[in-house]
């Protein structure tokens, strides 16, 4: 049987040191979440006074139904849905399709086409320069741009070459083309299999961005009913917020600061509702996201 190699003193004591950091940052970052959690079911007038700090105060879930109850939050729920999921499919199959292409060392023009991709990673356009572009092509005001902006991830794309750059090599397809193995079928029948954790990655990657991406329907959508989520969500903060600020300035009572209690009540709820999909998935991915990390680690 194996002994156990006996810690030292000095070993003791900085591993209990390292516990005692880790423990500590733990807890500032765990806290705020936490916070947001026991709030958002909290008296809002208990917690906009400071009275909530490590438990719930008189439970109350006056900012939920609020939020459930308004309407085109659904309606975001649905778009956010449509558009995470076709953007996220758009922009891995992009990413390993080119990814792979750059990987082989008979793709002609790979080490133009890579500092062409690096270049852009550094410089682009500007907001300005691209919206006048979206306007020109017709995508102004299209669903599709929430799609199709952003999609062709060059982060991602490295990422995919690199993985499969180290796990695919080029004599695995010369072995392959003996039998008459094309590109296209290596692609799919050997190369991907063998690429499940980088898919994970890359779906994580692209689906967290894009169900947290705002900015751009905010500059490029005015149809109220293509809004994904979070644009709704931040117009109903927006909105309750200016309601409250009006009601205060036309009456200091009770009224005016009930509604400002219960914007704020709404304000932890909207995290809450907005976060739960993703705060359900990612411990089930996370592992592949550290696996992520180390894939982009080292771009030979």
């Known amino acids: 049987m194996r002994q156990a190699i006996k810690q030292s003193r000095q070993d003791r004591l900085y591993d209990w040191f390292n516990y005692a950091i880790l423990t500590v940052l733990l807890?500032?970052?765990?806290?705020?979440?936490?916070?947001?959690?026991?709030?958002s079911f909290s008296d809002p007038k208990l917690v906009a006074t400071g009275r909530v700090l490590f438990w719930p105060q008189s439970i109350d879930f006056k900012g939920y139904m609020e939020v459930l109850n308004y309407s085109p939050i659904w309606i975001g729920y649905r778009n956010t849905l449509i558009y995470t999921t076709l953007f996220t499919a758009l922009s891995v199959m992009t990413s390993l399709l080119a990814?792979?292409?750059?990987?082989?060392k008979a793709f002609p023009g790979k080490v133009l086409i890579t500092a062409f991709l690096l270049f852009t990673m550094f410089f682009n356009g500007g907001l300005i320069p691209t919206y006048l572009l979206m306007k020109e092509i017709g995508l102004y005001g299209s669903p599709a741009i929430i799609v199709l902006l952003g999609a062709v991830n060059i982060t991602n794309i490295i990422i995919s070459r690199t993985f499969i750059k180290s796990t695919i090599p080029d004599e695995l397809f010369e072995a392959a083309s003996i039998d008459g193995c094309s590109h296209f079928s290596f692609f799919f029948?050997?190369?991907?299999?063998v690429s499940k954790a980088l898919i994970a990655v890359l779906v994580l990657f692209a689906a967290v961005s894009q169900w947290n991406s705002w900015f751009n329907a905010m500059i490029y959508l005015r149809d109220q009913n293509v809004?994904?989520?979070?644009?709704?969500l931040r117009d109903l903060i927006v909105n309750q917020?200016?309601?409250s600020m009006a009601s205060d300035s036309a009456n200091m009572g009770g009224d005016a600061a009930a509604q400002i209690y219960l914007v704020e009540a709404m304000r932890y709820a909207v995290i809450i509702v907005s976060t739960l999909p993703i705060m359900c998935v990612y411990p089930f991915v996370q592992k592949y996201f550290v696996k992520g990390v180390m894939i982009g680690s080292v771009k030979g």
């Open 189 to 193: 029948r050997i190369a991907l299999p």
């Open 227 to 232: 809004m994904p989520l979070q644009m709704v």
């Open 27 to 39: 807890l500032i970052v765990a806290y705020p979440l936490y916070f947001v959690v026991i709030a």
């Open 99 to 104: 990814g792979y292409a750059l990987s082989r």
């Open 241 to 243: 917020s200016a309601m």
